[in-house]
């Protein structure tokens, strides 16, 4: 996960890509994602779905989910906005 996070915040400040120039957008598109399902994560382990087992899912928590498992919402929607944005630039780019 740190790789899917850290390639396209690295990149999301590459001039030319713009990438921030929404950030309204950028910040309601990612939290709408994770509170949606972070939600349903929270749920499915209140529910007995599914569990976290403690020794294999780091030492923090947050509301009965690991730190990881909440972050993975965040960091993934954003790598996939990064990508979208950056394919779209590539290809305004070959249109010239």
Excluded: C, T
Excluded at 72 to 80: E, M
């Amino acid at each position: 996960m740190a790789f899917s996070g850290i390639v396209p915040i690295l990149g999301s400040f590459y001039p030319p890509l713009k990438f921030y120039r929404d950030k309204q957008a950028l910040f309601l598109s990612v939290a709408i994602v994770s509170l949606v399902f972070i939600g349903w994560d929270i749920f499915a382990v209140l529910r007995g779905h599914w569990y976290f087992m403690p020794g294999g899912a780091g030492n923090i928590w947050i509301v009965g989910l690991p730190l990881e498992e909440a972050l993975f919402f965040v960091v993934i929607p954003f790598s996939y906005i990064f990508i979208w944005e950056s394919l779209k630039f590539i290809r305004r780019g070959k249109k010239s």
